[in-house]
C-alpha cells in the first residue's frame, strides 16, 4: 500500500482503472459499449481527480498516463527478436492461384484453410507486453530493426496500456497496423487547413506523420487507431495452433483485431471473400489495399517455412491498381548513385490512388520503345498502394502529328561524361564515376542513410550545399570528406545554426562506431544491399579478407551469385575506392573485429542459438553479446538448424518444440560453464 493513499483511495482508483478499462474493451475491441460517454468521461474524471490529489497511487498503466511522457530527443534503434517479413503480392486472380497451388502442393493436401484479413493502408507496429503491460512499441523499419515510438504508441486509445483477463504469456510481441479511419483523416486535414498548416495526402502518410512526433502531445492530438493481426515473440504460455485462434486470444486479451476477419476454405473461399471486401472497400470506415491471406494452421506454416524475407504461408492480394488519363510533359533521365539512368515522366498533375501525381517512372529505354510513349501525349498513369507511379501505356489516337521519339542522351545530363550501355544490359551508365556530381550526391544520401551509416541530420538539402558549394572551404566529393567537417565549417551553410553543427558533428562521431554489414552497405556496391552485405560480413568477417577476395571464393557466399560476385570484386580493385576506405578508417570509423585467426579458430563458429525463458546473471542482449563473440548465432525461432536452446525460467513453446525436434538444451548453468570454458580458450 502506498504511504500517500488510505485504503479507501487505493481501493476506489483500482476500481475505476478496471472499470475503464473493461469499458474501453466493450467500445474498441467489441464495438458494443455498456455506457454513454457521459458516464464513461464521469469515471475518468474521477480517476483523474483521485490521482491528482494522491499522486503516490499512480500506475505506469493507469489509464490517465497515455499523454504523460515527456518529448525524446529522438529516435532509438530496436532489434526485433523476430524479423518483421514482408509479404509477396498476388496482383491477379491467376498469381493468387498459383500461390494456392505452391501451398498445396509442399502440404501434399488437397484444400487448405486460410484466414483472411482486411489488408489496412497503415503503419506496421510492434508491440511488447511483459505480464501483461506494455513495455514497448517499435516500428518495422527495414524488418530486422525497427525505432522505438513507445511514447506515441501509448497515445492511440485503441492500443491497450495493459492486457486483460488471464491466461496470457509472461512475454508476447504483438503485432499489427497503425492507421487513420477516414473519418478522422478528413477532420485533422480540416484542422490543418484551418490553422494554415500543410495538410496530408492519405491516411497513411498521416499515420506515420503521427507516429513519428518527438512529442506524445502531437501524437495524441491524432485519430489514430490499431488493428492487431498477429505475434512475434512469445515466452511463456503456449498459443493455440491455429493463426484464427491467436486472433481471437488477441480479442479476448484486449487487443483490437479487424471484424472482417474470416477463415476461409481453399481458392474458392479466398476468391469469395476477396471479391465481397472489394464490394465494399469504398464503404469501409478506413482504407485498404488488398486482403491478406495467412494458412490457418500453425504446424503447416512452419511446414512451409520462409524464402528470403517473405513467408511461403501468406500473401497479400492486392486490389487492382487506380488508373487515370493525363499528359506527359516531357521526359527527363536522372542519375542515380550507380550512375545509372532512368527516365522519368513530367505529367500533368493527376489524382490517382489517393495522391496527387506529377512525376512517374518509366523504368527504362525498352520500356520506352515498347511502349511508344513520346511527349504531348495523353498517357494512363498507374498507382497501387505504395508502389511508384508508372505509365502504363500512351493513347495513340489522340497523339499530335510530329510528336517526337524519345532518345537516350549521349552525354551525362548532370556532369556531361559519356553514357555507356553495356551489350546485353537494360540499364545506360554516366561513366563519371565520382567525378559526376549526382553520383556524388547519391552515393552520399546512401552513406548516411539510417540503415547505412545512420547519419542523423544529414538530409538532401544539407548534401546539396555540401557538394556544390562546400562548407568552410571544403567541397565534399566523398564521403570520408564528411568526417573532416567541423563545426565552424558546418555554421557557414544556410540556415545551419551552431546548434545544428554542433548535432550534426555529434552525429558523425556517433556513426563510427558500426559494423561491418552496415559499412558494406553504406559503400554502394553495385547489386549489394542489406542482406548480401550481412551474408559478406558473416563469411569474411574481416575488411582486409573480402578486399582480396576473387570471384570465385566470393561466390561460394550464400546469395551472391557471378554477377554480385563480378560488382564486388571490381569495386574492390579500383584504387580511389580503396583510398577513400582507408581514409574513412584513418578518421575512425570502426567495428567490431575478430583478433588474429579467431573467425577460424571461434568454438562456437557455426552454431546458432536460440534463448528462451528469463536468465538470472544475463539479459538476453548480454547472453546474445557473448555467443556472437564466440562465432555463435541468435535466432529468434526454433528449428531444425538449431544446435542449442538456451533454456531459462519459464521457459514456454521453444523448450517444448526443441524437446519434440531433439535439439540439445542448456539450462543456465550449463550455458555458463560452455561460454566460460570457450572464452577460457579462446
Known amino acids: 500500500m502506498s504511504p500517500g493513499g488510505s485504503p479507501s483511495v487505493e481501493a476506489r482508483a483500482k476500481q475505476l482503472r478496471e472499470q475503464i478499462e473493461y469499458h474501453n474493451y466493450r467500445y474498441y ?89 482486411t ?53 508476447l510481441e504483438v503485432r499489427g497496423e497503425v492507421f487513420m479511419p477516414r473519418e478522422g483523416f478528413a477532420e485533422l486535414n480540416r484542422k490543418l487547413e484551418a490553422a494554415g498548416s500543410k495538410t496530408f495526402v492519405n491516411p497513411r502518410n498521416a499515420a506515420a506523420g503521427s507516429l513519428r512526433q518527438l512529442d506524445p502531445r502531437l501524437a495524441a492530438e491524432r485519430p489514430l487507431a490499431f488493428f492487431g493481426f498477429g505475434i512475434g515473440q512469445v515466452e511463456g504460455e503456449s498459443l493455440p495452433e491455429r493463426h484464427s485462434e491467436i486472433l481471437t486470444a488477441l480479442q479476448e486479451w484486449g487487443i483490437r483485431v479487424s471484424p472482417r476477419t474470416r477463415v476461409v476454405r481453399g481458392l474458392d473461399g479466398c476468391r469469395t471473400f476477396y471479391d465481397g471486401l472489394a464490394a465494399e472497400r469504398a464503404d469501409l470506415p478506413y482504407e485498404i489495399d488488398g486482403v491478406v491471406f495467412k494458412v490457418d494452421r500453425k504446424d503447416q506454416q512452419r511446414q512451409l517455412g520462409f524464402v528470403s524475407r517473405a513467408p511461403r504461408w501468406a500473401i497479400a492480394w492486392k486490389f487492382p491498381a487506380e ?20 527516365p522519368v515522366a513530367r505529367l500533368e498533375p493527376v489524382f490517382v490512388g489517393g495522391v496527387t501525381v506529377s512525376n512517374a517512372t518509366l523504368h527504362n529505354m525498352d520500356e520506352i520503345e515498347r511502349k511508344d510513349v513520346r511527349p504531348g501525349d ?19 489516337e489522340k497523339r499530335k502529328r510530329g510528336a517526337r521519339r524519345v532518345k537516350l542522351p549521349e552525354s551525362c545530363p548532370v556532369c556531361g561524361s559519356e553514357v555507356v550501355r553495356a551489350e546485353g544490359e537494360v540499364v545506360a551508365r554516366c561513366s563519371g564515376g565520382l567525378f559526376c556530381p549526382a ?69 558523425l562521431v556517433q556513426s563510427k562506431e558500426t559494423t561491418l554489414a552496415r559499412f558494406l552497405y553504406a559503400l554502394g556496391i553495385r547489386e549489394v544491399g542489406e542482406v548480401t552485405a550481412a551474408a559478406l560480413a558473416e563469411h569474411f568477417g574481416e575488411l582486409e579478407r573480402l578486399e582480396d577476395a576473387d570471384e570465385e571464393e566470393l561466390q561460394s557466399v550464400p ?71 564466440l562465432g555463435g548465432k541468435v535466432t529468434g525461432s526454433v528449428s531444425r538448424k538449431t544446435d542449442f536452446v538456451v533454456v531459462g525460467s519459464e521457459a514456454g513453446s521453444k523448450l517444448e518444440k526443441a524437446q519434440a525436434l531433439g535439439i540439445q538444451t542448456l539450462d543456465e548453468p550449463a550455458f555458463r560453464e560452455l561460454i566460460s570454458v570457450h572464452h577460457t580458450r579462446d
Open 29 to 117: 475491441v467489441l464495438d458494443d459499449p455498456e455506457i454513454p460517454d457521459a458516464e464513461f468521461d464521469r469515471l475518468f474524471r474521477e480517476l483523474q481527480q483521485l490521482e491528482k490529489a494522491h499522486p503516490d497511487i499512480v500506475t505506469e498503466d493507469s489509464p490517465t498516463q497515455r499523454v504523460g511522457g515527456q518529448p525524446v530527443d529522438r529516435f532509438r534503434e530496436v532489434r526485433h527478436a523476430v524479423p518483421m517479413l514482408s509479404l509477396e503480392n498476388a496482383f491477379s486472380e491467376e498469381e493468387m492461384a498459383e500461390f494456392d497451388r505452391r501451398v498445396r502442393e509442399r502440404l501434399d493436401v488437397e484444400t487448405v484453410d486460410y484466414t483472411g484479413e
Open 119 to 171: 489488408k489496412l493502408d497503415g503503419v506496421s507496429i510492434s508491440l511488447l507486453y511483459e505480464h501483461g503491460r506494455l513495455i514497448r512499441g517499435a516500428t518495422r523499419g527495414d524488418g530486422t530493426t525497427g525505432e522505438d515510438v513507445t511514447h506515441n504508441v501509448r497515445t492511440v486509445d485503441t492500443i491497450p496500456l495493459r492486457l486483460r483477463g488471464k491466461g496470457f504469456p509472461r512475454l
Open 323 to 342: 488508373e487515370a488519363a493525363t499528359v506527359l510533359r516531357d521526359v527527363e533521365f536522372q542519375v542515380g548513385r550507380t550512375g545509372a539512368l532512368t
Open 378 to 396: 495523353t498517357v494512363i498513369v498507374r498507382r497501387a498502394g505504395d508502389v511508384i507511379p508508372e505509365v502504363v501505356r500512351a493513347v495513340p
Open 439 to 507: 553520383q556524388r550526391k547519391e552515393s552520399l544520401r546512401h552513406f548516411a542513410s539510417r540503415r547505412a551509416m545512420d547519419i542523423d541530420g544529414l538530409g538532401t538539402k544539407l548534401i546539396d550545399q555540401l557538394v556544390e558549394q562546400g562548407a568552410g572551404g571544403k567541397r565534399v566529393k566523398n564521403p570520408a570528406d564528411l568526417y573532416e567537417l567541423t563545426a565552424d565549417d558546418l555554421v557557414q551553410l544556410e540556415r545551419v545554426g551552431a546548434k545544428s553543427a554542433e548535432n550534426l558533428v555529434n552525429a
Open 559 to 629: 546469395d551472391v551469385g557471378p554477377v554480385v560476385a563480378r560488382h564486388v570484386h571490381a569495386f574492390f580493385r579500383q584504387t580511389h575506392n580503396r583510398e577513400i576506405i582507408q581514409r574513412l578508417l584513418a578518421a575512425g570509423v570502426t567495428w567490431p573485429r575478430p583478433t588474429s585467426g579467431e573467425r577460424s579458430g571461434k568454438a562456437l563458429a557455426g552454431k546458432t542459438f536460440v534463448l528462451t525463458g528469463a536468465l538470472e546473471a544475463f539479459t538476453r542482449d548480454e547472453a546474445r553479446e557473448r555467443i556472437e563473440a
